[in-house]
């Protein structure tokens, strides 16, 4: 099984959107394949898959124990199944980090070939922990200033957020704060710089930090492009990330907005599969494409 973590920060880029496109494309290759509503918060994939009040849904795995297989529901695309959000509990903000993490547990025993998870915006440890523990990471990220400041702030966060669990698990994260503390006096004036130190004082450290940066690659998805120019912006990102934390992303393509998305919300059958979103699926199905082939495991 190859679980997918779709997240990148703001609200409203399109990782809904996304998660949903990726399920549809590979279900459609002929994959048996699990969506997680894993939005907390705002959870909305039934409605992207044109479900009006889904029977079920993860308010029952956190309340009442229901085992997370008896959850799933159909949904109209053969092979696409759905493990819809939170949406009827009454404490959707009390989910403690013990509960998550007992998701991700479940979910890593669900009969499936991929898993997509559909995260919520923001950058608390619960999303930045989900999407680190994924197999395959997907970034979306909308062509302007806010939604790019806002991928920034994510990845900064998440970045410090692997290094600080990388120090936790090998015992030096009280250390290192101290360094950081008196960083003049160590010489150092960069988080580059911290690391470079932090690797020298413990090669336990530097092997599992190399190790999960090697984890680490993710996708980056341009969303609601309009303009043909906006395109580029997609490798300004992937330079952005590969200079300011040397993590390896790639840029996966872009999807074009489609002005009349909104309308195909509220009807029994999945919004991007409709005759009329032809344009958004094709876009949807080349980037789900260019990700799967540099996961060879996850191609028929
Ligand atoms: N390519 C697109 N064309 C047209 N509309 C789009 C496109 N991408 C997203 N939208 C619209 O923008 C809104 C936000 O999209 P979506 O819910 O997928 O974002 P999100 O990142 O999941 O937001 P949140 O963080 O709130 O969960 C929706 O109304 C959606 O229909
Ligand atoms: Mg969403």
């Not at 889904?54 to 956190?62: R, V, Y």
């Not at 404490?91 to 898993?115: G, P």
């Not at 790639?250 to 344009?279: C, S, V």
Request: glycine fraction near 8%.
């Amino acid at each position: 099984m190859q679980i997918w973590a779709v997240g990148g920060g703001k609200g409203g880029t399109g990782k809904s959107l996304m998660s949903n496109g990726i399920g549809i494309s590979l279900a459609e290759r002929g994959f048996n394949v699990i969506l997680v509503d894993a939005d907390y918060g705002g959870p909305n994939q039934h409605t992207y898959c044109g479900i009006r009040k889904p029977a079920t849904s993860l308010a029952h795995f956190f309340e009442q124990r229901t085992p997370l297989e008896e959850i799933i529901i159909d949904t109209r695309i053969e092979g696409l199944r759905l493990i819809p959000g939170n949406f009827n509990s009454s404490n959707t903000d009390s989910l403690t980090f013990t509960q998550k993490q007992k998701l991700f547990r479940h979910i890593k025993l669900l009969r499936a070939d991929h898993v997509i998870l559909d995260l919520g915006a923001g950058t608390q440890y619960d999303v930045l922990d989900t999407f680190l523990l994924a197999d395959i990471h997907v970034a979306v990220v909308a062509p302007d200033a806010m939604s790019i400041e806002n991928f920034y702030l994510f990845l900064k966060t998440l970045h410090n957020r692997l290094l600080c669990n990388v120090l936790s698990s090998v015992g030096l994260r009280e250390r290192a704060n101290a360094i950081w503390k008196e960083r003049a006096e160590h010489g150092i004036a960069t988080s580059k710089d911290f690391i470079a130190h932090l690797r020298t004082l413990s090669s336990e450290f530097s092997d599992r930090l190399t190790r999960e940066h090697a984890k680490l690659q993710p996708h980056v998805v341009l969303n609601q492009v309009r303009e043909y120019r906006q395109v580029e912006m997609g490798l300004a990102v992937e330079s952005m990330v590969n200079k300011f934390f040397h993590i390896p992303a790639t840029y996966a393509g872009h999807i074009r907005y489609d002005k009349n998305l909104w309308m195909q919300f509220g009807q029994e059958t999945p919004a991007i599969n409709h005759g009329h979103a032809f344009t958004l699926q094709q876009d949807l199905e080349r980037v789900t494409e260019k990700i799967l082939t540099a996961h060879p495991r996850g191609v028929t």
